[in-house]
């Protein structure tokens, strides 16, 4: 997965969101083994586990390895580009083959309380370990 330690801290909103899209042109221009060591690459360990939906305890993901499991079903991707890795702070962007199309991106964020947020351009949700 790409990560840089030039990131400015997120708290800089304007620098964060121009390092952000500085990030994603240099996915663009990866070559094949240079994505297919991304997609290789596990989740960070933080991640890893099994979450369920806050409001819909029903619709889980799982995170195993490198998989993205949701609703019991495989989800392949065609990327994934880690942002953050620090201090518990992790922000991922994950291109599936419909984000491709539309030209967004899906995001996970472990969040300061231990919840895990996934958002796309229409959707977001916030997930929990089901112990929790």
């Not at 305890?57 to 880690?82: C, Q």
């Not at 030209?103 to 309380?113: A, H």
């Amino acid at each position: 997965m790409i990560s840089d330690d030039q990131r400015p801290s997120p708290e800089d909103s304007d620098a964060y969101a121009d390092w952000v899209e500085s990030m994603r042109e240099k996915a663009k221009l990866s070559s094949a083994d240079e994505i297919k060591q991304r997609l290789e690459a596990d989740f960070p360990e933080a991640i890893q586990g099994r979450w369920l939906d806050e409001m819909d305890p029903s619709d889980e993901l799982l995170i195993r390895g490198s998989e993205f499991i949701k609703s019991g079903e495989p989800w392949p991707y065609l990327d994934k580009l880690l942002l953050t890795n620090d201090a518990g702070k992790i922000h991922l962007e994950i291109i599936f083959p419909e984000n491709e199309e539309e030209g967004s991106s899906t995001s996970l964020f472990l969040m300061d309380d231990g919840a895990l947020g996934y958002a796309t351009w229409h959707e977001a949700c916030t997930y929990l370990r089901p112990d929790a």
